[in-house]
């Protein structure tokens, strides 16, 4: 790819962002949800972000991951339930996953 239609092409994206991300505030003061809509979007973002860490938790490439990543995260997903500092809850998740390789889990 040419470097020109390399810069053109990331000025269109940043511009693109830009707008979106300005049209937001911008367009709240102006539309008002009913309560239900704006429920629905509350619930459909955790579930968005539900199914992203499902699939990177369950899956490496085009397969399963094995048994020791999902555990690793089911161990860090816990300790942030329970309130657990950030740091303890990315130590135990990766001990937790590294602990099960070393001892032949996959």
Same mark, same amino acid.
């Given at each position: 790819?040419?470097?020109?239609? %390399?810069?053109? $092409?990331? @000025?269109?994206?940043? *511009?693109? #962002?830009?707008?979106?991300? +300005? /049209? !937001?505030?911008?367009?709240? =003061?102006?539309?008002?949800?009913?309560?239900?809509?704006?429920?629905?979007?509350?619930?459909?973002?955790?579930? %968005?972000?539900? $199914?992203? @860490?499902?699939?990177? *938790?369950? #899956?490496?490439?085009?397969? +399963? /991951? !094995?048994?020791?990543?999902? =555990?690793?995260?089911?161990?860090?997903?816990?300790?942030?339930?329970?309130?657990?500092?950030?740091?303890?809850?990315?130590?135990? $998740?990766?001990?937790?996953?590294?602990?099960?390789?070393?001892?032949?889990?996959?």
């Amino acid at each position: 790819m040419e470097p020109l239609t %390399l810069v053109i $092409a990331t @000025v269109v994206l940043g *511009a693109g #962002t830009f707008a979106l991300r +300005f /049209a !937001g505030p911008v367009l709240r =003061a102006k539309m008002t949800l009913s309560p239900k809509a704006e429920r629905l979007m509350t619930i459909s973002a955790v579930v %968005l972000l539900a $199914a992203l @860490v499902a699939v990177a *938790a369950l #899956t490496e490439g085009h397969g +399963f /991951a !094995g048994i020791a990543r999902p =555990a690793g995260v089911l161990v860090g997903g816990v300790l942030a339930w329970r309130k657990a500092p950030f740091v303890a809850v990315v130590i135990a $998740a990766a001990a937790t996953a590294a602990l099960l390789r070393l001892a032949g889990v996959p």
